[in-house]
């Protein structure tokens, strides 16, 4: 629970490789001030186009749920001391996630999650975050993976 002493730090997850690395940045500094944090998935019905389709066995909330216990246990472990508030919404995840940051001190999201058209450098939920969160947004971007030997030197 948040305290009006505490910094809230909020976080998207959607279970890619960037925003665990958004989490993984998070829980950092979160430790680091003390702070809260807030971590929140959205989750929302497959679009389609004509009749709506039943998806009686499917739980997307559970999915969700699923989703983001396993990044915060991935990315904390099981033992972690940190105030940690997991949240699953349903919903598109950048109103999702501006209405989560509504009082915090700092939105964290990855540059690109899994909806993202390759070789984009910012994802639409990013950039949304970014043009219309309530406080100031840090954007993650993938780690860059190291250079072969083999390639030439830059002069």
Known sequence: ?????QPLIVVGVDGSEVSIEALRW??????L?????RVVTA????RSYGDLPDYPDVDFAAAARETLDSAITAVLGPTHRLSVEARVEEGHPAPVLLAAAHHADLLVVGSRGHGAFVGML?????????????????VVRPQRRSCSSSAPARS
Request: glycine residues 6%.
């Open 1 to 5: 629970m948040v305290t009006e002493d």
């Open 26 to 31: 998070a829980a950092r500094y979160a430790e």
């Open 33 to 37: 001030i003390g702070a809260v944090l």
């Open 43 to 46: 989750w929302r019905l497959p």
């Open 122 to 138: 910012l994802g639409s939920t990013a950039q949304h975050c970014v043009h219309h969160a309530p406080c100031p947004v840090l």
